[in-house]
């Protein structure tokens, strides 16, 4: 899809209330926040091992079928969360989007461990947002009024076309 008809396409599906997606019977938004900041959290180390477990015990299985799983083979030292506001208030919520955790590998391999937490910062919390960031909300399996943040969606917001 060209650029310039990204946001047109994407409008109709933009919401600025998780409760209201809820009470639709929906499990998938695409949500406008009002982004208030962008927290760098550590992780344990036992948090890390736990977590590693079960990734090491997740690509242990094998499946005929299907290629090797796209999930990350090494844990996240680091947890990156958004305060965010909706039209139903004040919200925080871990991004779970493995492309979040893939950037702070690459940028780790360049600029060092503080160096990509700081980049992170920067881009994540400031950089981004500024330019237009929507999340990808999706409910959880066993806690539907429970919402993540599954992806993000770098958009502009698109201007109201001229009448005249």
């Known amino acids: 899809m060209k650029k310039a008809e990204r946001a047109n396409f994407l409008d109709n599906h933009i919401t600025t209330s998780l409760k209201a997606e809820n009470e639709a019977g929906r499990s998938l938004a695409l949500l406008r926040p009002t982004i208030k900041e962008f927290?760098?959290?550590?992780?344990s180390q036992s948090e890390v091992a736990t977590e590693q477990r079960k990734?090491?015990?997740?690509?242990?299985?094998?499946?005929?079928?299907?290629?090797?799983?796209?999930?990350?083979?090494?844990?996240?030292?680091y947890q990156f969360k958004?305060?965010?506001?909706?039209d139903d208030g004040d919200r925080t919520g871990t991004?779970?989007?493995?492309e979040t955790e893939?950037?702070?590998?690459?940028?780790?391999?360049?600029?060092?461990?503080q160096g990509a937490v700081a980049h992170m910062q920067e881009v994540y919390g400031h950089t981004l947002p500024e330019r237009g960031l929507y999340f990808a909300?999706?409910?959880?399996?066993?806690?539907?009024?429970?919402?993540?943040?599954n992806g993000l969606v770098q958009l502009r917001a698109t201007k109201q076309p001229s009448l005249f």
Not at 95 to 98: A, L, M, Y
Not at 102 to 113: I, L, M, S, V
């Open 82 to 86: 958004y305060k965010y506001r909706t």
């Open 137 to 149: 909300m999706g409910t959880h399996s066993l806690h539907r009024e429970t919402w993540l943040i």
């Open 39 to 43: 927290v760098i959290v550590p992780k």
């Open 102 to 113: 893939a950037t702070f590998y690459k940028w780790r391999n360049e600029y060092g461990e």
């Open 95 to 98: 991004c779970q989007d493995w």
């Open 55 to 77: 990734i090491d015990n997740y690509h242990a299985q094998s499946d005929m079928f299907a290629p090797p799983p796209g999930v990350p083979r090494v844990a996240c030292p």
